[in-house]
């Protein structure tokens, strides 16, 4: 069984998109992480610009610092993607984005790409937006095992989709797929608004579990930093060492709250974690 270690603890970029990226690669150092989680948007990295320099100097950045990418998650639920989307031009738009974003995976050298399910229309039949994810999906897998890049595919919260909310939709795309390049991600935020456990995502994927956005929230579905919330950070990290987790568990905060001071809810989830590990 695999022991949970302080080198999975990964930092993301999201709530430091109000400072450079060299001031989040610093602080990622300065907190003691080894891991990266590349959020890909404005003014940090946008497909939408020219990129291929970019995401170059980016890998480069991370390397010289002694950091590992382990994760690219380019923006796509506030941006206009969705491939799950009724309407053929939006369902075009955002394949080409994932496919542009599998490319940007090689020159950043990422192994995963991080990729939701889309969402259809609250007042029609979720079954076809279900048909029009999966085509989407097995396209972006087809292209994903030529480039030796694995899928990370993330349920959404019902507010945000109708099509993959919790483990048991996961597994039952994913079984759909048939893809070696497809794997599980969870996102504790996500999990508890399912009404599930790290158990459950567990005992369905087991090694196939590959990621975890590992986060402190409560009843509003909130990312917070650890000790923000109502989460039980000892429970869910017992959980995780005793199914084996072996991938990274990253920081992705979302509220606002952090975005001016980004470096101690970063810096003091990490203590709080570190502290829990050693009493596991």
Known sequence: MSTL??????????????????RFLDDVAEAG????????????????????????????????????????????????????????????????????????????????????????????????????????????CRHAERLGIVLLLEPLTRAESNVINTSGDLARMMEELRSPAVKAILDTAAMVAAGETIGDYLGRFGPDLAHVHFIDGDDAGAHLAWGDGSYPLHTFLAELQGGGYAGSLSFEFTSSKYWLDPLPPMRDSAILIRRELQAL
Request: with cysteine.
């Open 5 to 22: 270690a302080e080198n999975q603890l990964c930092g993301m970029n999201f709530h430091y998109f109000r400072h450079s990226f060299s």
């Open 33 to 140: 992480l080894s891991r990266v989680e590349l959020w890909g948007a404005q003014p940090h990295f946008h497909l939408g610009d020219p990129w291929l320099q970019q995401a170059r100097k980016i890998r480069d950045d991370i390397r010289a610092r002694g950091l590992e990418l382990v994760c690219f998650t380019p923006e796509q639920c506030v941006y206009p993607i969705n491939i799950a989307a009724e309407e053929a031009v939006i369902r075009e738009r955002s394949l080409r984005y994932f496919l542009d974003s599998l490319s940007a995976c090689v020159e950043l050298e990422s192994p995963y790409l991080l990729v939701t399910p889309g969402w259809g229309y609250a007042d029609q039949d979720a079954g076809e937006a279900w048909k029009r994810s999966a085509e989407g999906l097995s396209l972006l």
